[in-house]
């Protein structure tokens, strides 16, 4: 979000120091998957990430910097699909 542009240097420091660690179309969550009350995502304008148990919603994520982001999103179940590189799933299933 920071570095297109939609948020400033200190939302970017208030959302780290929240515990933010990746965004999904503009929702900020944390390591363990829990969003952001809040800062920046009080005024996103992208829907609501739909229900996971009715819709397929699915990631396109890779490399080293998207992990924590990457394994958040999976085990919290806010994604039920992930499209990514051989690396980053092989990082993945090695646990």
Do not use: C, H
Not at 30 to 57: F, Q, W
């Amino acid at each position: 979000l920071y570095e297109d542009g939609f948020i400033s240097e200190s939302e970017l420091k208030a959302l780290q120091k929240a515990g933010g660690i990746a965004e999904i179309v503009g929702w900020v969550f944390d390591r363990e998957g829990r969003m952001i009350e809040g800062i920046t995502n009080d005024r996103v304008s992208s829907a609501a990430l739909p229900s996971r148990e009715k819709s397929l919603v699915i990631a396109l994520a890779m490399g080293d910097r998207k992990l924590p982001g990457i394994l958040a999103a999976v085990n919290r179940r806010l994604v039920n699909g992930l499209i990514t590189d051989e690396r980053t799933a092989e990082t993945l299933l090695a646990g």
